[in-house]
């Protein structure tokens, strides 16, 4: 993942202690954002003030979840996006009531379970991660319609205006931006469509230019006109297809025609007194929450501390179980039986259990998954809304990688996902996340690619209590996570909690990955003599949370320092 910033001023923030000159000076933690009514916490400032522009008009949570969806669509198109997909998790204060819009992005009809293999069934490089094939039908114009249209109160208009005019008039190019455009500029520039729109005579915007995008806007002002028929049946549809067919992608008008967004029930457990509702199927991330929680409750994290060689050994130990059974079992729903009670139960979890030695590490090659149907009954983007009712949002939308598969639909300014390569292409071989999987995230046609985006919901005493997300692929399940033990278990505010260094295990590679400077080199000869696989990241998700206070009802936010992450309360 593109990092704007680095991990350092987290964790200068995260630090308890300062260093000036020689002395050490107690520092208070970083402290969250505070607000009495709603709050929106997102990776942009503009689309976290549209957000709270919106609850401020007297809109709902939902309401402004979809307009600071399409805001970074046009303020962070690296992630934000029309041509994406995602999960969104939504629940209302009153009745308790919970539900998840799935619109995760699907094969096309003409996709081929082989379709990335060579003729002698090697993988072909890049074909599921860059350019027209990689690219899978879209969900993200249909999901935010289906939220605003059940569960909002005002218009696509309503809601679709200041992204529209921040697309028509554009925005100042920030420096972070202006960094991620240059990353990016080479592979750009092999797309006529794309550098026509992010490089400006062939070089990337620089800070303080003005950045438009005329034709995204005329393709807002339809969405907001005729709703998401413009896009599947309509003018956009047919300059989606026109551009397959420059290409060589698959996509064609009857796969957009048929697209549909869907409700689906969120996965629910507990967690030492909080009720935890998460993403289902065809995402793993919800499951695979719950399952860490599971296998993690019977320890008592706090006495042994945050990032100490036993906490990370015992959460990492955890890691390789769940996502042993991630890879064997999960994938979409409409294709293929899932054990999701058996994975999500407590016994379950006792029984793997006695596979967690906590004085050695375990080899990945000596942990397969379970069986849990015995106890049958990884540029992404996360936000977080509360409106002043207490109605919550947890929103996690992506291209997949950076740009997605950077291609632009020319006329219509907007980039095409490269969610393909979220299937397993062939068994055992590692995705761009170094993920694998087998038949389960084989892929057919019109089938979902499994994700492990994980909004999340948290609720004390049946009142809400947290929303938190982040983007980060694999690491995605590992850092919510690591989010919620550091509140739980560690004592943190959720400022502190976003922030902390962070680490992650996915059973494969068997590495144990870290965030670079983060843990001292006592801690990591500990790690390196129980045997694990010691790998530096430069940093790993973007977590942005609100927390609610369960005696004041006050609502404190958390944004990410890794990149530019910004809460906004009023
Ligand atoms: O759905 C998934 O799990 C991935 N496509 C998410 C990708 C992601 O988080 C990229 N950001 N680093």
């Not at 934000?80 to 969104?88: L, Y």
């Not at 999500?344 to 793997?352: M, Q, V, W």
């Not at 400022?495 to 990955?513: I, M």
């Amino acid at each position: 993942m593109q990092r704007t910033k680095t991990i350092i001023s987290g964790l200068i923030i995260a630090s308890l202690v300062i260093f000036i000159g020689n002395t050490i000076t107690p520092q208070e933690p970083p402290q969250p954002v505070q607000a009495t009514h709603g709050m929106v916490v997102s990776t942009n400032r503009l689309a976290s003030e549209v957000g709270v522009e919106i609850l401020k008009k007297g809109g709902n949570a939902v309401d402004a979840a979809v307009a600071t969806a399409f805001t970074l669509a046009v303020t962070h198109p690296s992630a934000g996006n029309i041509g994406g997909g995602g999960f969104m998790l939504i629940r209302w204060a009153d009745t308790g009531k919970a539900v998840l819009v799935d619109y995760r992005e699907e094969a096309p009809g003409r996709a081929e379970r082989d379709m990335y293999l060579d003729e002698k069934g090697e993988i072909i490089p890049d074909a599921s991660t860059l350019g027209y094939l990689a690219i899978g039908v879209p969900g993200t114009p249909a999901g935010l319609d289906l939220a605003l249209e059940r569960y909002g109160t005002m218009s696509l208009p309503q809601v679709m205006a200041p992204a529209i005019k921040l697309a028509e008039e554009g925005f100042e190019v920030t420096q972070p931006f202006s960094r991620s455009l240059e990353g990016y500029a080479k592979i750009f520039s092999r797309f006529p469509s794309t550098s026509a729109i992010f490089l400006k005579n062939g070089k990337p915007y620089q800070p303080g230019e003005v950045f438009r995008q005329p034709d995204l806007a005329r393709t807002l002002r339809l969405i907001a006109k005729e709703g998401p028929t413009a896009f599947y049946k309509g003018e956009i549809a047919r300059l989606i297809v026109q551009e397959m067919e420059r290409g060589g992608g698959l996509i064609t008008l009857e796969d957009l025609a048929s697209y549909q967004a869907y409700i689906r029930e969120p996965v629910r457990g507990n967690y030492r007194g909080y009720e935890i509702l998460s993403a289902p199927p065809p995402s793993s991330g919800g499951v695979a929450l719950l399952q860490l929680l599971n296998l993690l409750e019977e320890f008592d994290l706090s006495s042994m501390g945050h990032n100490t060689p036993e906490s990370i050994s015992l959460m990492v130990e955890a890691e390789k179980l769940v996502y042993a059974d991630r890879a064997e079992y999960l994938g979409d729903p409409r294709f293929v039986q899932i054990p999701v009670q058996g994975l999500i139960s407590k016994r379950y979890a006792e029984d793997r259990l006695k596979k967690i030695n906590l004085s050695h590490a375990t080899p990945s090659n000596q942990i397969t998954h379970g069986i849990p149907t015995l106890y049958e009954s990884e540029e992404t983007t996360h936000f977080s809304v509360v409106d002043s009712k207490g109605n919550a949002v947890a929103n996690t939308y992506t291209l997949n990688g950076g740009y997605g598969s950077k291609v632009v639909v020319e006329g219509a300014g907007f980039l095409l996902n490269n969610e393909m390569d979220d299937f397993s292409s062939k068994p055992g071989f590692p995705n761009m996340y170094g993920l694998i999987g087998g038949e389960a995230n084989a892929i057919a046609p019109h089938k979902r690619m499994l994700s492990s985006m994980t909004p999340t919901i948290l609720l004390k005493d049946g009142k809400l209590f947290m929303v938190i997300g982040t983007p980060g692929g694999s690491t995605i399940i590992t850092t919510v996570l690591q989010v919620i033990l550091n509140v739980i278990q560690h004592g943190m505010n959720i400022q502190q909690a976003v922030a902390a260094p962070r680490v992650h295990h996915q059973w494969t590679p068997d590495f144990l990955y870290y965030e670079r400077d983060t843990l001292s080199g006592e801690i990591l000869k500990t790690l390196l003599q129980r045997g694990y696989q010691l790998k530096e990241r430069r940093s790993i998700g973007d977590a942005h949370g609100i927390l609610v206070d369960p005696k004041t009802g006050k609502l404190w936010g958390g944004a990410d320092p890794r990149m530019d992450g910004v809460a906004v309360g009023y």
